[in-house]
């Protein structure tokens, strides 16, 4: 079955220090993936996303992600953390060969940042 | 531009009764899709709409239904609502920006609450 499983409810990190976030997914054909970051009471906004060019996505607001392939995995980085990054994030999937098509999310990861 | 814009942001609704949530996609998107994210859950896909027809439909009873209009605006309604109906619904607009490359954003989204 297809499935997308973030790792983790809940991330805290120092303002600075390097975040991560793991997604991942299963697929029996190469999907589209994406990352989106939700503020309390708004909706999605996209942050990055992967549709089978470069496998090293660089996104919005210093995030990026790495696909690889053989781990079926699309981690979320960034390298400092900043005290406007605590939100809620999803990782999410297009299975259908098309990057317009339905999404299927994660449960989604709260990023907590502590000064 | 406003982005995709959604309307009511709040609404209140007793057992049995019928909602109807709008959503105008942002200038010349000529897709739609609308999701149900209930409280602590990721977007859930409910369908999609293009030219006026459901291309895409997820798990959801026929109690939901939809509609796209000439100006590519759309609705979703849903009948008999039940206490599990409340969740924030989102929709995404969609334009093909260039050969398979997909311009997507989300709207702000629609409170529903159930009692």
């Known amino acids: 079955a297809q499935s997308v499983t973030q790792l983790g409810s809940h991330v805290s990190v120092s303002e600075g220090a390097l975040v991560l976030l793991r997604c991942n997914y299963s697929?029996?054909?190469?999907?589209?993936l994406f990352w989106y970051v939700q503020y309390p009471n708004q909706g999605l906004q996209l942050l990055l996303k992967?549709?089978?060019?470069?496998?090293l996505v660089k996104g919005i607001n210093g995030f990026e992600a790495e696909f690889k392939k053989s781990e079926t995995s699309f981690h979320l980085t960034k390298p400092s953390a900043h005290m406007s990054d605590a939100a809620e994030y999803f990782c999410a999937v297009s299975f259908g060969g098309t990057s317009y098509g339905k999404l299927t999310f994660g449960q989604g990861t709260i990023l907590t940042v502590h000064p | 531009d406003a982005g995709v814009t959604q309307s009511p942001t709040h609404l209140i609704k007793t057992r049995g009764q019928q909602v109807t949530l709008r959503c105008s996609p942002k200038?010349?998107?000529?897709?739609v899709s609308w999701y149900q994210q209930a409280l602590g859950q990721g977007p859930q896909f409910i369908f999609q709409?293009?030219?006026?027809?459901?291309?895409q439909r997820g798990n959801f009873p026929d109690r939901f239904s939809g509609h796209q209009f000439p100006n590519y605006s759309s609705e979703l309604n849903v009948n008999a609502l039940l206490l599990g109906d409340s969740a924030l619904y989102l929709c995404a607009s969609y334009l093909q920006a260039s050969r398979g490359q997909w311009e997507q954003y989300f709207g702000p989204g629609t409170r529903l609450t159930v009692t």
């Open positions: 992967y549709t089978s060019a470069a496998t």
């Open positions: 709409y293009y030219e006026e027809e459901e291309r």
């Open positions: 697929s029996s054909v190469p999907p589209y």
């Open positions: 200038s010349g998107h000529d897709t």
